[in-house]
Structures are given as C-alpha cells and as structure tokens.
C-alpha cells in the first residue's frame, strides 16, 4: 500500500494558518530522540516497580497503586512488555515476564469490563507470544479467550459489556460499537494461533451483526441494545464508543485478508466521510451527527478523534488525513497539551482532563511512514516535550486533571507503556517506521505479525 501513496507526498506540503514549519532532522537527532524516549519508559518503569509491582497500575503521586477489579491481573507488566522487547529493554523484559508467569492468573470471581481486558491482556499475551516465543503466553492467552467467550451469548451474537472470569455470568446489555467492534483482531489471532475457529467466527458475528442496524445513510449510533438490536443513543461520531470499531475494520481486512471487513470498512467510511467532516477557520474537523439524518449535533473533538489521521492514512486517504492531523496539532499547541473534549468553532474546553492519550502521537507516526516528511517528526518532538514538561513526576507520569493549569492527576494508565511511549519511539528509531511492514497494531498498540495469505 506504501507504494503509490508515496506518489502523494506532495500533498504534505499542505499548510494551515497553524501548521508548523517543516524541519529538517538527522538520522542522529532522531536517535537522541529515541534514546530520550526508553529513557522516560525506564523513569515510570522504575517507579512502577518501586510502589506498584505487581499490581495493574501505579499512582505516581500518592506512590500507591491501584488494582482494576480489587486484585491484581497485571495489567502495567502484560501492557509494557512488548514495548519492552520492540525498545531492546531486555533486563526489564524478563523481570516482566517472570513476574507475569508467577503471578498472572484469570481464575478469579470477578467481573471484568470485555472490551479493556481484550485490547489490553489479551492482546498483550498474544503479542509477547508472537515477540517472545514462549508458549506459555499462549497458554494464558488461550485460558483468557475461554473465560471471555460467553460474552457473545446473547439473542444477536453482539457481545455483552461485562463478564464473570470464573462462572461465565454476563451484564451489560446495553453496549457501543467500539466495545462490538474491538475484538476481531484479538480473538482472530488467538484462532489463527490455535486452530479452534470459534473465537473468529463469535467476534466476526458480532462486527456484522453490528454493521447490518447501520442507519439507511450508513452511520451507527453510540449505543445499542445487544439483546433487541435497538439503537439507544443514535449520536454518531468518531469518538470514544464509537472510534475504534472503524479501526478494527480496515485492521481486520489488513492482517486476516477478509474481504468482508474490507466492503464494511469502505462503506462505513465512505458515510463517515460524507456526514461528519466541517471546516472551519481553523481546520477540518470532524463533528458528531444524527445517525439517521446525518444533521450536525455538536461541534465536539478531542484527544480519542485523533486517531483518524492514522487510519485514513492507512486505508489510502492520505489527503484528509494529512489535513485532519493538522487540526489535531492545533488542538495540542493551542492548550499547549491536548484537552480530553473541546468544542472547535468556540475553542472551548469542554472537558479539561489529559489522560496521557497515545492518538495523536500515533496518527504522527503512520503520516511519517506513508510521507517521510520530517514536518511529523518536529510534531513528535513538539508533542513529547510538552509530556516531558507537563505530566513527568518525581515518581512515574501523572494525567493532568486540567490542561488549562496543567494541575496533575494521580493516575498513570497501563497504555502510557503501551501506547503512548510506544508510538513516540516507533516515530523517532531508526527501524520503528519498519514495524508496519511486519506487524499490524491493535488498539492498545500490541503488535501482532501479519498473516500471509
């Protein structure tokens, strides 16, 4: 797919009122980068380690930690540890992976949120199989993918939102389509790993189930009942609980070579494509609608929209896609670190929180690869300086309850190490544009090997 788009980068000379000058960089400037990068993983690893070891997550400002479900399932060790290997971290890879195969285990009474589970352990279990070869990733992996299977047991195959990791009881009937649609390329790998068919067959049923109450123009809401098919909220957008299902189905076609994701993925986009983007004085932007009417609802973007630029680059719209990463830069610069929610035709903050999302910073990376244009990597450096500045803390990283004062928040979330530190080092190592050609990310950023059709 690189071929061909490459032709397009004369496009990336495209320049708004706010876009950054273009920079030069070296192949060595790009290496302090990366270096600055492993350095900041290994400051929050550290403390990690320091007051949180062996639980799901640190609290960088109490110095505490804090487990999901009332114990422990690892999260931070299973999230980071790919990003480990991909950062050459070796020493804390295996302390990593010791302490997942001492400690990590799912036969527990707890009911546990689908969707973060999937995204986040199993396919980090999955990844550190493919990375690091030992079957007992697998093996985890493969007990987990049984324990989340009966989530798919209701009356349309749509999965429900929660489930019991050891009796099976399900709740939650009431879901959204990213929580739907972000499974295939967990349980489609696990099949693909373990000859059992079902966990691709269960997801993909419900992706379509999902995709065929799809409005008469073509957009889905933000909620629908998995039991009666019943739209609940029929705002549609390209924001949490919706944002990845688009995601996932470009990803599918990608690394399983399923046509059907692909007639899906090109028609959901077409009629995203079609109802959501608006421009403005200070960009294009992409708003949320009616999903029946395709009438605008709100002018509401924020840090989870940025993940649009990377998957428009990847499915081939190089052009909306370098404009629309230039709406989400100004969104950064202008707050100096991005809002959660804002509304772009007033610049109102609509909610003040930075959670250390990865989005942005990942739409950077796959424009650098498809463009080459150093102009993503001076984003990068912009983008990185600003967390340095803001969100780095004695101990670990901290969200920040406001971009507007910066005050910090004490939480640092599992996908700083798998996501966010991730794609900054992808974008800035030598080798790191190379990864798309081997792998393709899920949306917690764990790499999972392409399939050979």
């Not at 490459?6 to 990336?12: G, R």
């Not at 290997?85 to 020493?91: E, P, R």
């Not at 708003?287 to 428009?312: E, H, I, R, Y």
Request: with cysteine.
């Amino acid at each position: 797919m690189k071929t061909g788009l490459i032709l397009l980068i004369a496009i990336t000379s495209f320049f708004s009122s706010h876009s950054i000058a273009t920079e030069k960089y070296s192949k060595n400037d790009n290496a302090i980068y990366a270096e600055k990068v492993k350095h900041e993983f290994l400051h929050a690893w550290n403390a990690y380690k320091k007051y949180a070891w062996g639980h799901d997550q640190l609290k960088p400002l109490s110095k505490t930690y804090r487990d999901w479900y009332g114990e422990s399932l690892l999260m931070t060790p299973v999230d980071a540890f790919d990003t480990m290997l991909l950062m050459g971290l070796t020493k804390e890879a295996e302390e990593a992976k010791q302490l997942i195969f001492e400690k990590l285990s799912f036969d527990k009474n707890l009911s546990i949120q689908n969707f973060e589970i999937t995204i986040r352990l199993l396919g980090g279990l999955i990844s550190a199989y493919q990375l690091d070869g030992d079957k007992r990733f697998l093996m985890l992996a493969e007990d987990l993918g049984k324990r989340l299977l009966p989530v798919f047991n209701s009356p349309t195959g749509m999965p429900y939102v929660n489930v019991n990791l050891k009796t099976g009881e399900t709740k939650g009937k009431v879901n959204n389509p990213a929580e739907i649609g972000t499974l295939m390329l967990e349980f489609g790998t696990l099949s693909k790993l373990t000859g059992s068919q079902i966990y691709y067959d269960k997801a993909k049923k419900g992706i379509v189930e999902l995709f065929k109450r799809r409005s008469k123009i073509g957009l889905v809401g933000t909620t629908i009942d998995v039991e009666t098919g019943e739209w609940k909220n029929t705002e549609s957008h390209i924001s949490g609980m919706i944002d990845s299902y688009y995601e996932y189905l470009l990803k599918s076609w990608l690394l399983f070579g399923d046509k059907d994701f692909k007639n899906m993925y090109d028609e959901s986009i077409a009629a995203v494509n079609k109802y959501l983007p608006e421009k403005t004085e200070t960009g294009l932007w992409y708003g949320q609608v009616d999903m029946n009417t395709g009438k605008q609802t709100s002018s509401t973007f924020g840090a989870l929209d940025a993940f649009l630029p990377a998957v428009l680059a990847y499915g081939g719209d190089l052009r909306q896609a370098v404009q629309l990463q230039e709406s989400c830069y100004y969104m950064w610069t202008h707050f100096d670190i991005e809002p959660e929610q804002f509304d772009y035709k007033t610049n109102k903050i609509l909610y003040a929180n930075y959670v250390l999302r990865p989005e942005i910073i990942e739409s950077a990376f796959y424009l650098y690869y498809y463009t080459q244009n150093p102009k993503y990597i001076a984003m990068g450096k912009t983008f990185f300086d600003s967390l340095v500045k803001y969100c780095k803390a004695d101990e670990g990283y901290s969200a920040l309850k406001s971009v507007a004062t910066k005050e910090k928040s004490d939480s640092m979330e599992s996908f700083f190490f798998a996501e966010t530190l991730k794609y900054f080092y992808l974008l800035f190592s030598t080798d790191g544009t190379k990864a798309l050609e081997k792998y393709v990310f899920n949306t917690e950023a764990h790499p999972l090997k392409k399939i050979k059709h």
